[in-house]
């Protein structure tokens, strides 16, 4: 994990720091205690244990999904036998949202790399460098990033100007990239559950049942883990709903 914070703005190739901030607003005891206990069982690496809590957006009401399923990785699991007289719908946005930078939250930065929210990711994007060379010897060098490998090309203008792209690296993903440019991958949905948690776009409204923190939680638990696999199929299938 790096030492940048993806609040704030930072460089291109700059590392990021995701903030495990929670919900603003208050809560019951026993969604406090439902709340510590998700904390530390998944600071133990407990799938079991994150999958069952109940989210700490529950509150004093039932919050459903679709189908009637209880707003959780869990409950998605489980309907509900008898409907309570008060309910809330849980929502969030879709990646295709978030393709827009205008959707994003205001307090993130979406060129943080993607590794701020998802550790172990591996995805990265082809780094081009631009060499313009006029008539008159004067040159200019510049990067640019791109989703493609070739990218690379060399021209001349009429004026004679000399225009040469070559491959420079491979760059760590972008959180805008992983969203824009890698939609069949699993830090796509992971980066728009992150979204959705930072509470959407600015004046949106949505409510959705975890907070950042729980978010990267579960993805630590690892591609291997039944938590991480529930809570991926609950935030794809239920959480991108808007």
């Not at 010897?137 to 989703?147: C, V």
């Not at 060399?154 to 420079?168: L, R």
């Not at 509470?199 to 950042?212: A, D, V």
């Amino acid at each position: 994990m790096s030492e940048k914070n993806p609040f704030s703005r930072s460089e291109e190739d700059a590392p990021g720091k995701a903030s495990g901030q929670s919900r603003p607003a208050a809560m019951s005891s026993g969604a406090l205690e439902r709340r510590q206990l998700l904390i530390k069982s998944l600071g133990k690496g407990s799938a079991v244990l994150a999958a069952a809590t109940v989210p700490i957006q529950t509150l004093a009401t039932t919050t459903l999904v679709r189908n009637g399923q209880i707003c959780s990785v869990s409950g998605m699991q489980s309907g509900v036998h008898s409907k309570p007289p008060t309910t809330n719908p849980c929502n969030g946005y879709s990646p295709g949202k978030y393709k827009n930078r205008a959707n994003w939250p205001s307090n993130c930065n979406a060129d943080a790399p993607i590794t701020s929210v998802c550790g172990s990711s591996t995805l990265k994007v082809y780094k081009y460098k631009t060499v313009v060379t006029k008539p008159n010897k004067t040159t200019t060098t510049s990067y640019f990033r791109s989703y493609q490998s070739n990218a690379a090309s060399s021209s001349t203008a009429a004026d004679g100007t000399k225009t040469v792209i070559t491959y420079h690296s491979m760059v760590v993903a972008t959180l805008f990239e992983a969203v824009d440019g890698f939609p069949n991958s699993d830090e796509c949905h992971w980066v728009c559950a992150w979204l959705n948690a930072l509470g959407g776009p600015t004046g949106s409204g949505i409510m959705f049942p975890y907070s950042t923190s729980e978010v990267i939680a579960f993805y630590n638990l690892g591609k291997s883990t039944t938590g991480y696999n529930n809570a991926l199929n609950f935030f794809k299938s239920y959480m991108e709903n808007l």
